[in-house]
């Protein structure tokens, strides 16, 4: 099992910018995906960007174009930089690790993002 946790949420105003960043308690290196979800009230966990251990990236339709994750397999550590940020990026962000392609992942304890004026 991988521990997880997050850091860098916050509030901020619509426009601005956060980075988040995810350390892990273990080597990640070998670990399939990594990635961000979110979560805001009222509505189910969505997926909002993940990275292969091959540098493959997806991104959630709604956030293409603004947020841009990262991983640095030296550091143990998965960042998202979230730019452009919109009132409806308010949420709980979970960092997430799927050790294998298929199977069950790993999750943080959520860190706070709130946009608004």
């Known amino acids: 099992q991988v521990q997880l946790v997050e850091s860098g949420g916050g509030l901020v105003q619509p426009g601005g910018s956060l980075r988040l960043s995810c350390a892990a308690s273990t080597t990640i290196a070998s670990i399939y995906a990594m990635g961000w979800y979110r979560q805001a009230p009222g509505k189910q966990r969505e997926s909002v960007a993940l990275v292969t251990s091959s540098g493959i990236r997806n991104y959630a339709g709604s956030v293409k174009g603004r947020f841009t994750i990262s991983r640095d397999n030296a550091k143990n550590t998965v960042s998202l930089q979230m730019n452009s940020l919109k009132p409806e990026d308010t949420a709980l962000y979970y960092c997430?690790?799927?050790?294998?392609?298929?199977?069950?992942?790993?999750w943080g304890q959520g860190t706070q993002v709130t946009v608004s004026s």
């Open positions: 997430f690790a799927r050790p294998y392609a298929t199977g069950p992942g790993d």
